[in-house]
């Protein structure tokens, strides 16, 4: 099937590492140009630029602190002529530790929610007036949002926040972009391995129905369709990608 993004340009925030690192090369092997926006790991940015090359594509990188709106204004500034219009736009960037609720301090819930929620409204706020019209958003939330978890409260309660999100951007921005989320579960990147450490070693194969968490490129699979014209007639919709964590 072609997903129809050739000659299309994409901004993927969080795109330094594992599932955003991984939707920018499978946006360029479907043909779009990237620009790879990265916080700290511009190791990991410059490397998921030139998976990009790779294909043909072009890639730029983009440094960006979501949790700071102007720091989101000023990356977009500075971004060259060419990679200053966009059709895709893909909220990937997060963090998610690991602390019992009853540990959790005001600060740490308020830079949890800053990076999870607050960071995908800066950017979506910032970068749709840049979309072209026929263009979409594709936010990248978590089955933790769906479920709830005692060890990551404010990642949880973000990512409610973020697939609301998406049905309050879907409604405002339609039918000019449309607007999707995706809800994985645990995936095994720096992240997801970080909260694997804390679970039971059988916790894969007894509360999953695949038995095996998710590889990066399971979820940037389901991204990129959502992004695409392909899934032309969907907006507002989030879709499970958790290997049967979650049933609704
Ligand atoms: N892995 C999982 O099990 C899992 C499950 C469900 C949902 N998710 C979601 O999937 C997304 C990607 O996660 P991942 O597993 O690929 O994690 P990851 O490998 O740790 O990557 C996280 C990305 O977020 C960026 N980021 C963090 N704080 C930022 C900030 N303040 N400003 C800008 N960028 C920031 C990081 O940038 P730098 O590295 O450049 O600093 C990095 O590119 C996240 O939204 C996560 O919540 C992951």
New binding site residues.
């Given amino acids: 099937m072609d997903l129809g993004l050739a000659g299309k340009t994409a901004l993927v ?8 690192a991984e939707t920018a090369r499978l946006l360029a092997e479907e043909g779009s140009d990237v620009v790879v ?5 511009i190791a ?2 410059e490397h998921a630029a030139d998976s990009v090359r790779q294909t043909g594509r072009r890639a730029w990188i983009c440094q ?4 700071d709106d102007a720091s989101v204004q000023q990356a977009l500034t500075k971004l060259p002529q060419e990679a200053k219009q966009f059709d895709v736009l893909i909220l ?5 530790p690991v602390t019992p609720l009853t540990e959790v301090t005001s600060d740490q819930w308020k830079r949890i929610v800053d ?2 929620l607050h ?1 995908a409204f800066h950017v979506l706020s910032a970068v749709q007036p840049l979309l072209n019209d026929g263009g979409a958003i594709v936010a ?5 949002g769906q479920t709830g978890v005692p060890h990551q409260s404010p990642y949880a309660a973000a ?1 409610a926040g973020l697939i609301n999100l998406t049905k309050s951007a879907a409604r405002a921005l339609a039918p000019r972009i449309r607007v999707n989320c995706v809800a ?4 095994l ?4 391995q970080e ?1 694997a450490a804390g679970l039971p070693p059988n916790y894969a194969q007894e509360k999953l129905l695949l038995q095996r968490f998710a590889e ?1 490129r399971e979820i940037a699979q389901c991204i990129v369709f959502l992004a695409s014209p392909a899934a032309s007639f969907v907006t507002g919709a989030t879709l499970d990608v958790n290997g049967g964590r979650y049933l609704r």
């Fill in positions: 925030t969080g795109g330094s590492s594992g599932i955003g926006a990265y916080h700290q790991n990991g940015a960006m602190d979501v949790t990937c960037a997060g963090e998610a990076v999870n960071g990248v939330a978590s089955v933790a990512k994985p579960g645990m995936t990147t720096p992240m997801g909260t990066p």
